[in-house]
């Protein structure tokens, strides 16, 4: 029953930040008199009407490193559309040291809650993140779920290093 809950609540905070992308992209405001021409888009005025995609360092400057959230680096970098390209940026596993750093895309909510990586996919090893990163296009509309899977899952286990987006599709006009 609390799994069941649990899905439901994150549905639902899915379901209000799109709609709440959605209202922001179509410029709306709120109150007497604020349904008129000037604010609803016309033509190719829309913010995202001649871009064909962004590329998005994850972590920013921070890169992808243990011990960083990427959960709120997402939020905020959003919204993320198809097409766009996240970049993962990391350093080549140390010889005298250190922990190495993958990238994973794991099949769904739950293994993505349990860093289950049974299904998941690697699809970037240790080496691939140096220089200039690896780079992940977001080809179509659902959610992506990205984690670190090195050292048996503990990155990902400690809630740090995964996090999940959710591109829309750009406007037409």
């Not at 972590?59 to 996240?86: C, I, Q, R």
Request: proline share 7%; hydrophobic share 35%; net charge positive.
């Amino acid at each position: 029953m609390a799994l069941a809950n649990a899905e439901a609540f994150f549905l639902l905070v899915v379901f209000y930040f799109m709609f709440g992308i959605c209202l922001a992209n179509f410029n709306y405001t709120w109150g007497p008199g604020s349904w008129n021409n000037t604010n609803c888009p016309s033509g190719n005025n829309h913010p995202n009407a001649t871009q064909t995609s962004n590329k998005f360092i994850v972590g920013g400057s921070e890169n992808w490193h243990y011990g960083f959230d990427y959960m709120d680096w997402a939020s905020k970098s959003g919204p993320f559309f198809v097409n766009d390209t996240l970049v993962f940026k990391y350093d080549s596993p140390n010889p005298n040291g250190g922990f190495p750093h993958s990238v994973y895309l794991l099949p769904n909510y739950w293994s993505f809650v349990k860093c289950d990586f049974r299904r998941a996919k690697r699809i970037a090893n240790p080496n691939q993140g140096a220089g200039e990163g690896f780079e992940f296009v977001l080809k179509k509309m659902q959610p992506y779920y990205f984690a670190c899977g090195e050292h048996e899952g503990i990155h990902c286990n400690n809630g740090t290093m995964k996090f999940v987006v959710m591109p829309l599709k750009r406007w037409p006009y």
